[in-house]
């Protein structure tokens, strides 16, 4: 990942924004309010996308970007200085960056390409083992359509299995142990990691395979679960369980639920609850918060109800705090005068699971339960106070002290002081005991959290935004493409205007540093071909050399019928405008009716852009049909 994507990883520009002073609400899935870059204080035409982590001006600007086209535009900064600025924010070091090199990205495909091999191998274990196969319709209710979707598999008993057959296709025992279907014993000798297990493909976010988790039939094995080590491709920090199929259900839901288990996640998907995904293990880390804060705020914990679950959600608030809620508070400036330095607040709950009872048994007794327990779930502080307290003697002055020392430092971490006060309150009815005699209780340091927390909330370390989107990789394609073909530009202009439509602008890309580096393509495209990489290098800022060593190093593939590449990119750049076009005008709909209950006086202005982007949909449609024909 390189230092620009790691920042946008971190920022979240709903975030950024907020921090500037504009207040927002939610319009939908997307953020409104009044643009910080004009007069108009009438109408909120500024919109945010959290999803691509961009913005625009519906209004007197007319303008829109980034992360760093904010910076840029507000502080009257260039691309390097706000990249500087967003880097010490975001606590990313910027150095020199080492792109992965076509060997690294052939070595991790080779290793994906061997896992892959891998659930086709574990399956016709499975499929040939009547015994495991209704161990997993029976015994865990599971349906074919389930197992086949899933791709589940078995890995039978004995040491030399996967070892024997994989050598035999050709595998090597380093590639094995690369991609950790091997073990090594103290003497050298290997032998397969997997033995008599259900196992399970992991796969990242993208729905590229990582890893296995591997659960134990017979009782007496252990561990009862027993996932991939970390290799080159898997990296269990980064990675939530179900993720890849649960993307869409979540945004749909605009809620996630984590549960512990990933048998859990299958049979929950299997009663229709899609929007679920589990953790590698029991402790949420700030990287998997993050990947979810992309897709929705609202965020579930339904964990075991164990003593260990408990444990796991108590380990899981630090990261959940820092990665998902940290809000700021009112404070003042140098000035003294007060503003508001409130930002966007993550609901995160926790659901109790009844009766000792796992999700995957909940929904088998009643799959409108599980509907009734998250619905129930309840703020993660309550939670903890309701747990802490349940079946204790609360006279005992020893059980108070106890029970305070432990929710106080939560209460303190929440960054709303309004919610610090409610749950001091809350704490203070619940141990009968006056709340002043409560503060005074409060652990050393507290007060130094809180003016470090102060100090994070301004830098936005935790925050996160949303990354490689759908439009910024085509972007990356195209860029990748015409890096190495310039020349293109230009037939693409003529393609385009032949449809009707303008030629290649900046505009077309939707992040700040792929229209930088646009503009330099357009200069380059006079030059020799021999020297296109020079030039470009030598024209654009610094802060996008890696950027440009990474896409020079890269190796798309492309057709190598030039007229067929032209036509790609065509097709790949209409369906850029007509995704962005297509959600202005969702946008602006949704504008004109809040105009129209407000009384305001833009209906006019945002019924004229809605007419404009529905002509530019039907131009790019149309501009598709022909392309398909001619392609055809």
């Excluded at 909330?457 to 190495?484: D, N, T």
Aim: glycine residues 8%.
């Amino acid at each position: 990942m390189s230092a620009i994507d790691e920042i946008k990883a971190r920022i979240d520009i709903v975030d950024l924004v907020s921090e500037a002073g504009v207040k927002l609400r939610k319009a939908g899935r997307n953020m409104t309010g009044f643009c910080p870059f004009h007069d108009n204080k009438h109408t909120p035409a500024f919109v945010i996308w959290p999803e691509t982590g961009t913005w625009r001006c519906f209004g007197q600007c007319n303008e829109g970007g980034d992360i760093f086209k904010f910076v840029m535009k507000r502080e009257g900064v260039d691309f390097k200085e706000a990249l500087q600025k967003l880097a010490e924010r975001a606590g990313v070091e910027l150095r020199e960056y080492q792109p992965e090199t076509p060997q690294q990205k052939e070595a991790y495909d080779h290793l994906r390409k061997l896992m892959e091999d891998a659930v086709i191998f574990y399956r016709s274990q499975l499929m040939a083992n009547a015994e495991m196969l209704a161990y997993l319709r029976e015994r865990r209710g599971l349906t074919d359509a389930t197992i086949e979707t899933f791709g589940l598999g078995y890995a039978p008993p004995g040491y030399d299995n996967a070892l024997k057959y994989f050598s035999q296709r050709g595998w090597l025992e380093q590639d094995l142990m690369d991609a950790g279907l091997l073990s090594e014993r103290d003497d050298g000798k290997r032998y397969d990691k997997f033995r008599n297990r259900i196992m399970i493909p992991i796969r990242d976010e993208q729905g590229r395979m990582a890893g296995f988790g591997a659960r134990i039939v017979d009782p007496t094995d252990i561990p009862k679960f027993l996932n991939s080590p970390e290799t080159a491709i898997f990296t269990k920090g980064r990675i939530l369980y179900g993720l890849d199929r649960a993307r869409k259900p979540i945004r749909a839901a605009d809620q996630a639920v984590i549960v512990e288990g990933y048998l859990d996640v299958i049979a929950l998907h299997q009663a229709g609850y899609e929007n679920v995904v589990s953790p590698m293990g029991t402790a949420l880390t700030e990287d998997q918060l993050r990947l979810l804060k992309r897709l929705t705020r609202r965020i579930v914990l339904a964990l075991d109800p164990d003593a260990a679950g408990q444990k796991a959600v108590l380990r899981g608030l630090e990261a959940a705090r820092s990665a998902m809620d940290k809000e700021g508070e009112l404070g003042f400036d140098a000035r003294g005068v007060l503003r508001n330095e409130s930002r966007l607040q993550a609901d995160l709950r926790v659901a109790t699971l009844p009766d000792a009872l796992d999700p995957d048994e909940i929904v088998a007794r009643d799959k409108e339960e599980w509907k009734r327990i998250i619905a129930d779930a309840k703020p993660i502080v309550t939670h903890v106070m309701e747990t802490l307290s349940a079946g204790r003697d609360l006279n005992d002055p020893k059980t108070k002290d106890e029970i305070a020392a432990q929710v106080l430092p939560l209460i303190d971490d929440l960054a709303s002081p309004l919610e610090r006060d409610t749950y001091r309150q809350t704490l203070a009815r619940m141990l009968r005991v006056n709340e002043g005699s409560l503060m005074a209780a409060q652990p050393r340091g507290a007060a130094a959290r809180r003016r470090s927390r102060r100090t994070e909330s301004s830098r936005g370390v935790e925050s996160a935004s949303v990354l490689a989107h759908p439009g910024g990789k085509i972007g990356f394609y195209c860029l990748g493409v015409l890096i190495r073909k310039p020349e293109l530009i230009y037939r693409l202009d003529r393609r385009l205007e032949e449809f009707g439509l303008i030629a290649l602008a900046a505009e077309d890309f939707e992040y700040t540093d792929q229209q930088l580096l646009f503009g330099v393509l357009r200069q380059a495209m006079g030059q020799d071909e021999k020297d296109h990489g020079q030039f470009v290098l030598s024209q654009a800022p610094d802060a996008l050399t890696p950027l440009i060593n990474e896409l020079m190093a890269r190796e798309e593939k492309t057709d190598p019928l030039e007229e067929r590449l032209l036509e790609d990119l065509l097709g790949r750049f209409l369906d850029l405008r007509r995704a962005r076009a297509k959600t202005n005008v969702d946008q602006l709909r949704f504008m004109q009716e809040d105009e129209q209950q407000a009384g305001g006086g833009n209906l006019k202005l945002y019924q004229e852009q809605t007419i404009q982007f529905t002509r530019l949909l039907r131009g790019l449609d149309q501009a598709k049909s022909k392309l398909s024909k001619r392609q055809a």
